[in-house]
């Protein structure tokens, strides 16, 4: 079982940073990948970032790259997306999740099989 609570949301303008915290509990860290998700209302689920169990390993959406980064602290159990230069599209709730599968380094929702809570970022222009 792996526990994951989100925070760090929050409302900023467009152009602006956030950084999103997730902590975990349970299962050892190190031994799951991580992701970030969102979703806005009326549309899906959507794939923004993952790392590697290690941390040497990250994926992006495309619409992210270059603006997000992922990153983990296997020490303190945390992993983060800092997020720069804003877009009012950019507003969604955002989730993290745990990939504790040993199957291909992936993207897809249905791949991971705990998820947080949800924070919220609402960006305004």
């Known amino acids: 079982q792996v526990q994951l609570v989100e925070s760090g949301g929050g409302s900023v303008q467009a152009g602006g940073s956030l950084r999103l915290s997730c902590g975990a509990s349970?299962?050892?860290?190190?031994?799951?990948?991580l992701g970030w998700f969102r979703q806005a209302p009326g549309s899906e689920r959507e794939f923004i970032a993952a790392?590697?169990?290690?941390?040497?390993?990250?994926l992006y959406a495309d619409s992210v790259k270059g603006r997000f980064t992922i990153s983990r602290d296997n020490a303190k159990n945390t992993v983060y997306l800092q997020m720069n230069r804003l877009i009012p599209e950019d507003t969604a709730a955002y989730y993290c999740?745990?990939?504790?599968?040993?199957?291909?380094?992936?993207?897809?929702?249905?791949?991971?099989?705990?998820w947080g809570q949800g924070t919220q970022v609402t960006v305004s222009s």
């Open positions: 790392v590697s169990r290690n941390g040497a390993t990250t």
């Open positions: 349970g299962r050892t860290f190190s031994s799951y990948r």
């Open positions: 999740a745990a990939d504790t599968s040993y199957r291909i380094f992936g993207t897809a929702v249905g791949q991971y099989d705990y």
